[in-house]
């Protein structure tokens, strides 16, 4: 990946190692290699899905970015600025063009704030604005995510999940940002919900110009929503690409076992679901050689020593494994 | 297809007290469940599905529940007449075993696998320990875990959720149930742990012809598994038939509402005019159940409805339909 102007965002060689304490001294025994040197890069205005089972690094991938927890080794490049160079005040200038939306609304939420303060925190804290200028501004938001403006007298149990994830989605927004993480954005709503919320993002991204990360364990709503996926096992990237092309033809034999692995409406017997075998490994010790080896497939003998390499196997798709190539 | 059902649930009504009074959460006129066959319930959050499942094994809370009328009957044997003390000799965990969500809810974290198999086992048949143990390793074969005698000597909290539905599968089969009741059994897994279990329990019902009444909120799942389904809204089936009328010429406005908001791809947007009906807010207290978000309301809907037939086996509860005629939406 060169560097290109267009990029808003550019992640080079990432990695998050957490330590794992044990003794009486506390002392370091092994590391969780949740992050373990991924490299990406997203254009200005694009959404990213990416995916991967449970444990994978999706979220610990994201909060780095974010520089919400501490960077183990490598580089982020946000429009043009290397984040972890930055100064505190540099930083925070900086992070108020980056928010998050979590899973569940009702969490990320605080219950005993009136959604007008809850809205209003980032423009009161991070903006500097006055109680007057923000009321308004507040009631402009919600009306954008199709609330209406007494909400903002209201606290959060007084509305749907759905209704809640648009007030979190308007507090994302307050700032302007150009980069909005979507972590499991709709897993704790109906379909029905998502639906509009989906639909929502998509209006909203269009209307301000904005860039996506998306996180999601439904890979309908990744296929959806992404213009490029990036999927995830053990910390690592194995398969980047257009979303389009990665739906209908995943070549990396994680990706393929992992769709293979999901039922939908369309499949009317068991048989089209593929199983893969074992469990995820530990990511303290991952497995020698390509991290997938212990459950693939069409693994050959070179997948036990030799780690793959994320190389293009076509002009618009990046893979790692031996048995890919271009 | 005049085989007497091997559960037939009818005119089932159950109520819940609360401070703001009695509010009906199930009203199911008619679900039948053949012997052998895999059932499915589609439902979103909070339509009743757990209610429904607990019902059956008289499990549910009372009060606050309140079973307000209708039958559950196994093999023609209201269940809902027995005592707590029959379900319990007689039924729970002996001819219907249920898993649940959370597989931590049906197991005791202070005992092995292996000593709470074994238990299981011994006071069910007539074996001693050492044929017990041998039959729980059977079964814990039958259910795919590797390793079987090592799994035995294991914690529930040193497996891993999806080994944990499987331990609860393998402690249903070990004292011979007959009927399954799953309800989201994977909906804490992940999709590659997922697809196992479904596989489990598909393989169960052909194989050793156990029934099942699997439960979801994800049609994709109930699609993959079972051959006849209902749908449940606000605590009614609004439509049933096999699972392939319903999911490929949904006939009520809510199915076709449910299956049309599912995402694709990026191709194939959800036309939201056709999806999201506004909750317009005028409740009716009779008629149908789907009418404040019915983009096909009309007046005859404010009137009590009932499950018609309109094609096979194939129902639904909805004023646009008359006996035999199936409209294509
Ligand atoms: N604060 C932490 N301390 C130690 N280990 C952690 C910490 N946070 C995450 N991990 C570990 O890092 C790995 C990646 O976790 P992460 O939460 O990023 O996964 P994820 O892909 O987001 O999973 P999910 O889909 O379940 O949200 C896991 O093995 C996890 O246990
Ligand atoms: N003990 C209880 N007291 C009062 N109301 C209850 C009780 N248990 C359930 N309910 C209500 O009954 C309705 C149905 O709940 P139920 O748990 O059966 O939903 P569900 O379809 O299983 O949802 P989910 O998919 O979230 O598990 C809900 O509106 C719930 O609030
Ligand atoms: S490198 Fe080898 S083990 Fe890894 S995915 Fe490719 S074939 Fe499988
Ligand atoms: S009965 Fe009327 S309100 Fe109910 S689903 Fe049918 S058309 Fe809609
Ligand atoms: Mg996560
Ligand atoms: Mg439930």
Redesign the interface.
Do not use: C, W
């Given at each position: 990946m060169n560097n290109n102007t267009n990029n808003i965002l550019e992640i080079k060689n990432l990695k998050k190692y957490f330590p794992i304490k044990s003794g009486f001294f506390s002392k370091v025994s092994s590391y969780v290699k949740a992050v373990d040197g991924v490299s990406i890069d997203i254009e200005k205005g694009e959404v990213l899905g990416l995916v991967g089972?449970?444990g994978c690094g999706k979220t610990t991938l994201v909060n780095t970015v974010l520089n919400l927890i501490e960077p183990t080794e490598g580089e982020v490049i946000f429009d043009g600025k290397e984040m972890f160079s930055l100064n505190k005040k540099d930083l925070r200038d900086i992070r108020k063009y980056i928010q998050i939306v979590f899973q569940d609304p009702f969490w990320s939420l605080n219950p005993r704030m009136l959604v007008k303060d809850i809205i209003g925190e980032p423009l009161d804290v991070q903006a500097g604005m006055s109680s007057l200028e923000i009321v308004p501004k507040v009631e402009e938001l919600l009306e954008m995510v199709g609330l209406s403006k007494e909400g903002a007298y209201k606290y959060p149990h007084e509305f749907s999940g759905g209704q809640r994830q648009r007030i979190a989605i308007a507090r994302a927004l307050a700032l302007m940002p150009k980069l909005v993480v979507l972590d499991e954005p709709t897993s704790s709503i109906?379909?029905?919900s998502?639906?509009?919320i989906?639909?929502l993002l998509g209006k909203l991204k269009e209307k301000f110009d904005l860039t996506y990360i998306l996180i999601s364990?439904d890979?309908?709503?990744v296929?959806?929503?992404?213009d490029k996926i990036a999927v995830m096992y053990l910390g690592k990237i194995v398969e980047y690409g257009d979303?389009?092309k990665i739906?209908e033809d995943p070549k990396h034999p994680y990706t393929q076992?992992?769709f293979a692995?999901?039922?939908?409406?369309?499949?009317?017997?068991?048989e089209?679901?593929?199983?893969?075998e074992g469990?995820?490994p530990s990511a303290i010790n991952p497995p020698q050689g390509c991290r997938f080896h212990t459950r693939c497939p069409k693994a050959i003998d070179i997948c036990f020593k030799q780690e793959p390499k994320l190389i293009n196997i076509d002009d618009e798709r990046l893979t790692a494994c031996h048995i890919l190539k271009s | 297809m005049s085989e007497k059902p091997y559960l037939h649930i009818k005119n089932l009504k159950i109520n819940f007290k609360s401070f703001e009074g009695e509010k009906t959460i199930i009203n199911i006129d008619e679900i039948k469940i053949n012997k052998g066959e895999a059932y499915g319930i589609i439902g979103?959050?909070g339509t009743g599905k757990t209610v429904l499942a607990l019902s059956i094994l008289q499990l549910l809370e009372m009060p606050p529940g309140k079973i307000v009328n209708g039958q559950i009957l196994l093999e023609g044997e209201d269940l809902l007449k027995k005592t707590q003390k029959q379900m319990q000799r007689e039924i729970r965990g002996k001819k219907i075993s249920m898993i649940f969500q959370d597989p931590m809810s049906t197991l005791n974290p202070v005992f092995t696998v292996g000593e709470q198999m074994i238990k299981v086992i011994i006071e069910n048949q007539k074996l001693n320990k050492k044929e017990a143990y041998r039959k729980a390793v059977e079964m814990i074969n039958i259910v795919k875990l590797p390793d079987a005698e090592r799994v035995m000597d294991k914690y529930p909290h040193e497996l891993?959720g999806?080994q944990r539905q499987r331990v609860i599968i393998a402690l249903a089969l070990s004292c011979g149930a007959e009927f399954i009741i799953a309800d989201e059994p994977t909906r804490n897994l992940?999709?590659?742990?997922?697809?196992?279990i479904?596989?489990l329990i598909?393989e169960l019902q052909r194989n050793l012809k156990v029934t099942v009444l699997f439960i979801a909120?994800n049609?994709?799942?109930i699609?993959?598994?079972c051959d006849n389904a209902g749908v449940l809204y606000k605590g009614e089936i609004i439509e049933k038939g096999t699972t392939?009328e319903i999911?490929k010429n949904p006939q009520h406005p809510y199915t076709f509402?449910?299956?049309n908001?599912?995402?694709?791809?990026?191709?194939t947007k959800?036309d939201?005019s056709k999806?999201?009906p506004p909750n317009d807010g005028e409740e009716i207290k009779e008629g149908c159940i789907y009418y404040n978000r019915c983009l096909k309301k009309q007046e005859n809907c404010k009137k009590e409805q009932k499950l018609i037939n309109v094609k096979d086996t194939h129902y639904v509860k909805c004023s646009l339909y008359k006996e035999g005629v199936n409209n294509e939406q």
């Open positions: 089972e449970s109906d379909v029905l998502q639906a509009q989906l639909d364990h890979l309908s709503v296929s959806y929503m992404s979303s389009r739906f076992a992992l692995a999901i039922p939908d409406v369309d499949t009317e017997n068991i089209d679901i593929i199983t893969l469990n995820v | 979103e959050s891993s999806g992940d999709v590659t742990i997922q697809a196992g479904l596989k598909k909120n049609p994709g799942l699609s993959a598994t392939k999911l509402t449910l299956l908001a599912i995402p694709k791809n990026k191709d959800i939201l999806v999201i």
